[in-house]
């Protein structure tokens, strides 16, 4: 394959570019897995797109290459894996394991595949039924292997209406007959012919294991059709259970999966974060210990098994011996401390690298640091007096990272938590309550849209920074970093860190009620929510008089004619910042020379978006556009009158 990396290594930041070239040269001196911990921010996304470059540019002619992000959010998956793209026309697949057999991923007519998966959805089948189009292809490869209704009773799953189900199997293409045949036998091998024609398909408590059983040897064969160059692993740590050596079936599917490294797949990966950092007095057992994840770690980047238990092994006796000399350095008695340290560093660069900010390079970051004081109040003080005495009163952890982490700690707290477990499983829970109440939200103060107080140093000193402008929490989004109109304020996105679940969900709680109280008092509304609140952007239309509502359609119309008339962007570069005002007048301008050649018809009681639509149609050179333009106009008319009537018999 004939692929110049030299374009993306370009765009590469000086030490984003260095960490790259270690990367490839620990790969090709046969380091098979490699972690990448640069600190957060640092781009480490683009690094692996640098990876991705050069070995590309390494492949032999005719030589298939599949590239695998895995990643923990579907949704940061897909848009990662637009970024990692580098040949922009390879084929991208946001998938699931069992969906690789799907023939429309046409995986082995590709030369280059790149590939997304989540370990919740590709390798743990044993949460949920997947989804209606997996088992709809498990339905396809077992027609004729298992009576028809038993196969339907089974594979449904949630899908109530028969004619939906319908629907996804009709969707499942045809699939050939050596595949489909070989397929099945692995997916009815052993028992299972059995446990199906055995099974109460009527109780769900004895059907859906045979379905996730099936899923989960769908997802392992697929595995054969794979053919990786590199594997990328994104922020590791959230799913580190999956790399350990227990026997569940979601980890030896993993295990299954890695062990196409020794078929020449690499394995990179990414965290700013690969394991605890610190552990301190008064923690929580159960959250792990930082050098046992550390350990784990590095057995797991030298491939586990025997091989990786002797690295750490290794590696904590090298570190021991390190931590004595030091001892005798900071004594000033006779040691080989640098030496010891060497010996550190050495291994551990083997297998990692991590690039921080420093203040000589914050400025190459392209960020800003901004100090926040958070001060402590009284009313702070009550709720981790609150939490403390739960806590003590149930034997829980953290007290204190708990309550400096998030407000209202008993209303946001997850129940996986050691202390939530611990209060649920108390027979006193009554009595815990009202100890509890300083640090619950106060439900008349949410129904009533009244102010919540942050009662926290840190939530204040978010909250106070991020309305501090007053003019964020009326914004849809934020404006342009760079933007075409003049006397914009500077608004600005805010990145939160925590180890804790609790502190996004109070931090999108507490934030979004104070937006929508603060919106509901300037609009001078009081009280709690109507039942029956009006809707600001109605897409309805009047039956006496189509044409002349809709006026929130303009607004959301999106005119191909408008947007080549009018460049904000070119009229910004020639005439710098301007104001409103002064937009809106050369606008017109522009407008106006636009339309001063096209020709409209005269149509009775069109609404403007209608003109518009005129105006995008004939805009393309058609010479007779009129019959499909009139149908189109009609259909957008028969959705929209549709929706309004939808809209009037909503609750």
């Known amino acids: 394959m004939s692929f110049d990396p030299e374009p993306v290594l370009s765009t590469l930041k000086p030490f984003q ?26 781009g480490k996304t683009r690094v692996a797109q640098g990876v991705i470059s050069v070995l590309l540019s390494q492949l032999s002619d005719g030589e298939r290459a599949d590239i695998i992000y895995v990643c923990s959010n579907a949704a940061i998956a897909r848009q990662n894996l637009q970024i990692l793209n ?58 004729g292997k298992v009576h028809a209704t038993r196969l339907k009773n089974l594979l449904r799953g ?31 091998a052993g028992d299972m012919e059995v446990s199906i024609r055995d099974a109460n398909l009527k109780r769900s408590e004895e059907r859906n294991p045979i379905t996730k059983a099936l899923l989960q040897r769908l997802a392992a064969h697929s595995l ?32 299954q999966f890695l062990r196409t490294e020794h078929h020449g797949a690499k394995i990179l990966f990414l965290s700013a974060t690969p394991y605890k950092m610190l552990t301190i007095k008064g923690d929580d057992p159960e959250q792990g210990d930082h ?9 797991m980047l030298h491939g586990g098994g025997e091989v990786g238990n002797t690295a750490a092994k290794e590696l904590k006796a090298e570190m021991r011996l390190f931590r004595e000399n030091l001892r005798c350095y900071a004594q000033g008695l006779p040691n080989e401390a640098a030496e010891k340290r060497n010996q550190v560093e050495d291994r551990l660069r083997g297998v990692m690298s991590r690039q921080e900010r420093v203040a000589a390079t914050s400025t ?24 403390d005495r739960v806590a003590r009163q149930v034997g829980g952890h953290n007290r204190a990272d708990y309550w400096k982490s998030a407000p209202y700690l008993f209303s946001f707290m997850p129940g996986e938590f050691d202390l939530a477990r611990k209060i649920a499983g108390s027979d006193k829970r009554a009595d815990l309550a009202s100890t509890a109440r300083p640090a619950l939200l106060s439900k008349r103060r949410i129904h009533n849209f009244e102010a919540v107080p942050a009662d926290n140093g840190r939530m204040r000193a978010l909250m106070e920074n991020v309305f501090k402008e007053g003019e964020l929490h009326r914004r849809l989004w934020l404006p342009a970093s760079l933007p075409y109109l003049s006397g914009q304020p500077p608004l600005t996105k805010s990145l939160v860190f925590s180890d804790w679940q609790m502190v996004p969900e109070a931090i999108a ?93 005269l149509t009775r009681g069109a609404a403007p978006w209608e003109l518009i639509a005129w105006l995008d149609k004939s805009s393309l050179g058609t010479p007779d556009i009129s019959r499909p333009l009139h149908e189109w106009v009609g259909k957008v008319r028969e959705g929209l009158d549709a929706g309004s009537r939808d809209d009037s018999n909503a609750p």
Do not use: C
Request: hydrophobic share 40%.
């Open 224 to 255: 054969t059709s794979l053919r990786p160059k590199l594997i990328i692993f994104d922020e590791f740590q959230k799913f580190r259970d999956l790399f350990s050596d227990t026997e569940s079936e979601a980890q030896a599917l993993m295990q």
């Open 291 to 299: 050098q046992e994840d550390f350990l784990a770690a590095i057995r």
């Open 86 to 143: 580098v040949l922009h026309d390879g084929e991208v697949l946001p998938t699931r394991l069992t969906l690789l057999s799907d023939p429309r991923t046409n995986l082995h007519e590709n030369g280059v595949n790149f590939i997304a998966l989540t370990p919740g959805t590709s390798f743990d089948k044993t949460g949920g039924l997947g989804l209606a189009r997996e088992r709809a292809l498990v339905h396809h490869l077992l027609r």
């Open 509 to 601: 709680a507490l934030t979004s009620h104070e937006a929508e109280r603060r919106l509901r008092h300037e609009r001078g509304i009081k009280g709690p929510a109507k039942k029956k609140e009006a809707r600001l952007l109605r897409l309805s239309s009047a039956a006496e008089d189509l044409g002349s509502s809709m006026r929130v359609m303009l607004l959301l119309y999106p005119s191909d004619f408008l947007a080549r008339a009018v460049d904000p962007l070119e009229i910004w570069r020639q005439n710098s910042s301007l104001s409103a005002e002064e937009m809106l007048t050369k606008a017109k301008v522009l407008i106006a020379s636009a339309l001063a050649d096209q020709m409209l018809p």
């Open 158 to 188: 949630t899908v109530r209406k028969k004619e939906n189900w319908q629907r996804y199997l009709n969707d499942v293409p045809q699939l050939g007959a050596g595949y489909r045949e070989e397929t099945a036998s692995v997916l009815m």
């Open 364 to 387: 190459d970051a392209g960020l800003r640091r901004e100090e926040i004081t958070a001060d402590i109040r009284a009313e702070d003080l009550r709720q981790a007096l609150a939490v």
């Open 17 to 42: 570019r260095a960490t790259v070239e270690y990367v490839i040269g620990r790969f090709q001196a046969g380091a098979q897995r490699f972690l990448v911990a640069d600190e957060v921010g640092l």
